[in-house]
């Protein structure tokens, strides 16, 4: 039986604060926006890296239309952190110093979940911007799979659109992150959330998007280690309500 847990606590007292949000378009990122417009706080811009040298973007390899649409749906403005992989923290932090002021951020939320060197990484350039820095959803390892069954009863929508092949085959690409996902996830024995790389996903719908992104799924191609989906957008858009 999956442990409950529960990311959406905010005390009586706590001050609201304006974050920067590191976004990926993957489920994390998406459960990191989720938790901290339920707690009360605000969330005014998504940051997504873009390495010169492949000209998608640096956490799941997307293109940058596809982001675009996200934050388009959502409606928060889509800040890109123009970098190269040689001066990469560099780059991130002169970005952040500029939005400080921009957006008078507090502070930058991350989706990391466990592992102690991603959160290090980003304690430190966020420290050096003199900013907060925030991990809303950090956990054990072992509650993972409790924190994606969250993901699927909240409401959104996300499908696979990247694998590592030492870890899944193709046949997991385009798969729907839904209840039958996590229980056949459970049974590989990875990772549940893929917090080591194992899959990345793309949220395409869900409670603060004011209109699904259509996508439908295209050619899947062979990286180095990793197999990718292609997405493409749909022009059709439906706006709720």
Known sequence: MLKEIVFYVKGGNDVSKRWALSW??????????????KRGDEVVCLITTLPKEIGRTFGHGERTELIQAQADAIGIPLEWISCSFDTYT???LSTLQSLKNKYEVDGVAFGDLYLDE?????ENVVEQAGLMSEFPLWMK???????LKVFIDSGYKAKVIRI???????LWL???????FLNEIVETGICPMGEAGEYHTYVYDGPLFQ??????????????????????????RVKKG
């Open 24 to 37: 990926s378009g993957g489920k994390d990122a998406c459960m990191v926006l989720d938790h901290l417009i």
């Open 90 to 92: 560099r780059d991130f």
């Open 118 to 122: 991603h959160r290090g990484w980003g």
């Open 141 to 147: 390892k072992e509650d993972a799979a409790s924190a």
């Open 164 to 170: 590592s092949n030492s870890q899944l085959d193709e």
């Open 174 to 180: 385009g798969r729907e992150v839904d209840g039958s």
């Open 211 to 236: 209109f699904q992104v259509m996508i439908e799924k295209g050619d899947i191609v062979e990286l180095e280690t990793t197999k990718r989906m292609e997405l493409s957008l749909q022009e059709e």
